[in-house]
Nanobody
Framework: QLQASGGGLVQAGGSLRLSCAASGRTFSTLATGWFRQAPGKERAFVAA????????NYTDSVKGRFAISRENAKNTVSLQMNSLKPEDTAVYYC??????????????????WGHGTLVTVSS
């Protein structure tokens, strides 16, 4: 089970840090990441990190602004979001699945989704 937190309202240019807490013993073996769904749009990939934290992947629009990290000892994954823009406004979801490539491709059918947390960036 995944539980996301940290969303809120922030002005453009500001920062937020999202966290996703996982229960269960297998978290450290899973690739984890973040997706977002903006109003009227489909859910889209944002960032992913592999099981040991050595590989990451970001969608182009957040490169250089967002950073994903994980602490397996605490069963958590975080997304540091800096220089936020109004177009970052969305519900953010954390996800976990066995394979990193599947996560990046958005193929989480065999994995887990957390409940979303709303991020609103005002202009």
């Amino acid at each position: 089970q995944l539980q996301a937190s940290g969303g809120g309202l922030v002005q453009a240019g500001g920062s937020l840090r999202l966290s996703c807490a996982a229960s269960g013993r297998t978290f450290s073996t899973l690739a984890t990441g973040w997706f977002r769904q903006a109003p009227g749009k489909e859910r889209a990939f944002v960032a992913a990190i592999n099981w040991n934290g050595l590989s990451t992947n970001y969608t182009d629009s957040v490169k250089g602004r967002f950073a994903i990290s994980r602490e397996n000892a605490k069963n958590t994954v975080s997304l540091q979001m800096n220089s936020l823009k109004p177009e970052d406004t969305a519900v953010y979801y954390c996800a976990a699945v066995a394979r990193f490539d599947l996560l990046v491709a958005g193929r989480v059918d065999s994995g887990y989704w957390g409940h979303g947390t709303l991020v609103t960036v005002s202009s």
